[in-house]
Structure formats: C-alpha cells, structure tokens
C-alpha cells in the first residue's frame, strides 16, 4: 500500500520532466546534485522524510512541501501529511521487531561470564526484515519458517562462539512481540503458539504503507 502523499505526488508530477519541476520549486539552473535529490526522494517510500538532507534552499521537508504545492495539493494539507509521515516515522522507530531465535542444548552448567553468554545468544538471534511489520500475522510466520529451515541448513544445525561455546539447535522460537510467537521445529514446522498479541501496532504500519519490500 503507497501512502496518499506520494501518490498525489507521482500523479501530479507524472507530465513533468525533473528540470521542469526543480525549476518550478525555485531551483533556476537544475544541476546533477539536485536532479539526483529528487530522484531519490520521488522514489522513496517515506519521501525522504526517514533519512534527512537539505542544501542551501530546502530542507527535506520543505523539499516535499513545495513538490507537493507544484504537484497540485494545498500547502497545509501538504504540511499536515508530511507531519503525519514524520511522527509515524519517529513511533516506528520504537517499534518491536520481529525476530528469531535458535533454541539450542547449550547447558550454562560451566558458568561462562555473562558478556560471553550474551555474545552466543546474539549468535543465535536472527531479525526478521524490517518490511515484516508491513505483513500479516500469517505473512511473518511463513518468513520465519522460511528463515528457519535455511538458518539450520546454512549452520549445519549447530551454533558456535569460535572453540569456547557450541550447541545444536533443537528448535526456533519466533518472536512476533514481546511475549508472543511460535515455537518451531527446525524443519520451519509450527510446534505451539504462545502468548496474547496486540494488532494495532502491525495494523498501522500497514495503513501507512511505507516500509520497504
């Protein structure tokens, strides 16, 4: 799903070449700098709006605004929807990502020193893309069993911090939020669901259509 913003952008910029629309939003004599700025940002997802740039005339913001005044949609309107774009883009950032994690028979019996347990728990964290908060609920669960299954093959089933730590996976668990997932079998096969999960979250990210695939 395209937000609305970046639609009424494409559609009321389609009939212009890029010189023509840098020149309508005050750049005089275009050059390769300012072509590639609104390539890039035209072909962003978020407008821009996630990463930041600016030059001498416009910051990215204002650099969306103006496209959008020339492409046809009223300033505060525009204002309004960049905003809308920026705040969703600062929630999202705190946002719980998905993830999987290799459940092993590593036995903490010899009592290795914390930072070296946290390093082989990193080793057997694996994130889901960033783009699976777009998915359904169904959709993330068929990414982590698809992860699963070519996680166990690549390591040949087991997890190693060099010569000092090793255990075999004897299964994922796959993390949707804090508190809820699925329990896997290494062959990506649903064992259990645990947990209660809130949807509004996932529901809005999908609404506002801006993670990349």
């Not at 505060?76 to 993830?99: C, M």
């Not at 777009?134 to 390591?155: C, K, P, V």
């Not at 993390?175 to 896997?184: D, F, S």
């Amino acid at each position: 799903m395209e937000n609305d913003l970046r639609h009424e952008l494409k559609t009321g910029l389609k009939d212009k070449s890029p010189d023509e629309i840098l020149k309508a939003i005050g750049y005089s004599k275009p050059d390769d700098k300012s072509r590639e700025r609104l390539a890039k940002i035209l072909a962003s997802k978020a407008l821009g709006l996630d990463e930041g740039s600016f030059d001498l005339k416009y910051s990215t913001t204002e650099f969306v605004i103006a496209l959008a005044v020339v492409a046809g949609v009223n300033r505060q309107e525009a204002e309004e929807k960049t905003r809308t774009i920026k705040d969703y883009l600062t929630w999202r950032e705190k946002l719980f990502e998905s993830y999987l994690i290799a459940e092993t028979d590593f036995s903490e019996q010899d009592r290795f020193q914390r930072r070296t347990l946290a390093y082989f728990s990193q080793k057997c964290r694996i994130n889901l893309p960033r783009s699976a908060l777009e998915l359904t609920e169904s959709g993330q669960l068929e990414i982590g069993r698809t992860m699963a299954r070519e996680h166990y093959r690549d390591t040949g089933g087991r997890v190693a911090l060099g010569d000092v730590m090793q255990g075999n996976i004897t299964g994922y668990r796959l993390v949707i939020e804090k508190g809820y997932g699925y329990e896997l079998s290494v062959e990506g096969k649903v064992i259990r669901q645990y947990g209660i999960r809130e949807a509004a979250a996932t529901k809005r990210v999908r609404e506002m259509g801006l993670d990349d695939a």
